[in-house]
């Protein structure tokens, strides 16, 4: 491989392009959903990240594999069905052997279907390059994604139990802020975390960066996210179908 | 009469007491993007309720005469997202074509319904709860009420805090978490009413 192009295409740059660059939580703001409900543990938020990556990193090679196959009209539905199998899948295998984790994840687990991240991963990467590199491309979102989803979960697990992992770190004398594990503190805990993207987005603007990746990817308002790469409600193509109506009128 | 209470307690439990948004973080999206005028999230509700009660109805009866019945439970998740999918699709296009005016007032919202979680969430928990055909229907219409409370009170609130001096970071998505949050915890209120 020559060294041009070992910039975009190469393993490791595409996990630390999950990791980093194109972080979904810290930098896109994608998949918020599970972020918010799942992260009241450490443990839940690394079970989740780790069932998401599985998840995203084998309906990747999926996809990319049959990449050309699928035909371009039905690609998004295709896309769904493949997703939706890999899903079901770790959800039975989570039942069976990792049945504490599956209680407390509950309806999130089915939940990844719908996940912006996995299907937004498929559409601008997964269904147009080869294999190895759909591979590491889920790998390094799902990691990205589940660094992000401990970290929170760890935050929250401090101060909301003065706990991290289950291990009392807290001084006796703390007092746990139990709001922020429970519903209200997730919101909260996210609104930190927007604010200090704004700044860190206002920071370098004033110095002149470009910071126009850097924001939330279905917050603002939902129409946006197919144009940054994907969102989950792309998978209807309105204006496909309405062609497609408008081909059988005539 | 027993039924009836279940059922009253059901809508009351899934509009109010565990809503959709604000305690099961279901539906975030529209709840956030699509709240900055009364007039607009008064749409998006109607759309949900719409949707959400017509979905879980067409769920459930796939999930009792088709999914329980020939043992194939397991693909409820795979079943569920293509149908809702297709119906949405289906609703719009019947909706164009014979109810102009409703269309009219839904049919923006309609195509952003299908990525709502919320659809699927309860199409999924009408199904673990193994509820028959009108609990999963009344369950479906609550929580799609349960939706529209949220994102009409967070509208409400929306249009007020524009002559708000906010600091400068906190402009935009942080201070409507902030406003979310607080209203999770006035819905807290409600865990009593059961």
Redesign the interface.
Known sequence: MSREKTSIFSPKERILNGLLTENPTFVLMLG??PT??TTTSAVNGVGMGLTTTIVLTLSNVIISLLRNIIPNRVRI?SF??II??F??MM??LLQGFLPFLYDSLG?YI??I??N?IILGRAEAYASKEKVSLSFFDGLGMGLGFTVALTAIGAFRELFGAGEVFGFAVMPDSFVPIT?FI???????V???L???Q??VK?VGERKGKDMSKIG?G??????SCGENGG???K??D?TE?KNQ?KEDAE | MGDLKDLILIGLGSALVSNVVLSQFLGLCPFLGVSKKIKTSAGMGAAVIFVITLASFVTSIIYDSLLVRFEMTFLKTIVFILVIAALVQLVEMILKKYMKSLYEALGVYLPLITTNCAVLGVALTNAQKEYNLLYSTVNGFAVAVGFTIAIIIMAGIREKMEYNDIPKAFQGMPIVLITAGLMAIAFFGFSGLL
């Open positions: 918020m959903c918010l409900a539905p769904i069905v939706a199998s899903v079901t959800e039975l309806i089915p939940l279907v719908v912006c709001i429970l519903a209200p503190g997730a919101f909260f996210l609104a930190i927007t604010a200090i704004n700044q206002i939330s279905c917050s603002e308002d939902c129409m969102c989950s409600h998978f209807i309105t179908v109506a």
